[in-house]
């Protein structure tokens, strides 16, 4: 079974920076889009950023459009979001997932690993 080891968050100030990895088995980012997801509790999760498999085209939810940069390394079977300029809204845990296709269609695949949390605050 494919899974996904995310890694990379932590405590950050308002404006710092992260850069969170996810970590595919299985060469799974060969055959699906990659999805990074965030979820606060008792809210629902919000897909932050999308990037394809084949073409490496991507996708970025408004509020975090200019800030955030996603990547992947096929070397390492590894995708990063690459997280600048953070804001207290953008606490939250951190999860990857395989897209339904290897396209960003806005579809994903609900398999999540551990998560990784960002907490951005002074």
């Known amino acids: 079974q494919a899974q996904f080891v995310e890694s990379g968050g932590g405590l950050v100030q308002p404006g710092g920076s992260l850069r969170l990895s996810c970590t595919a088995s299985?060469?799974?980012?060969?055959?699906?889009?990659t999805v990074w997801v965030r979820q606060v509790p008792g809210k629902e999760r919000e897909a932050v950023s999308c990037?394809?498999?084949?073409?490496?085209?991507?996708t970025y939810t408004s509020s975090v459009k200019g800030r955030f940069t996603i990547s992947r390394d096929d070397a390492k079977n590894t995708v990063y979001l690459q997280m600048n300029s953070l804001k207290p809204e953008d606490t939250a845990v951190y999860y990857c997932?395989?897209?339904?296709?290897?396209?960003?269609?806005?579809?994903?695949?609900?398999?999540w690993g551990q998560g990784t949390p960002v907490t951005v605050s002074s």
């Open positions: 990037i394809s498999s084949d073409d490496d085209s991507t």
């Open positions: 997932a395989p897209g339904s296709t290897w396209a960003c269609d806005g579809n994903y695949i609900e398999m």
């Open positions: 299985a060469n799974t980012l060969g055959h699906h889009a």
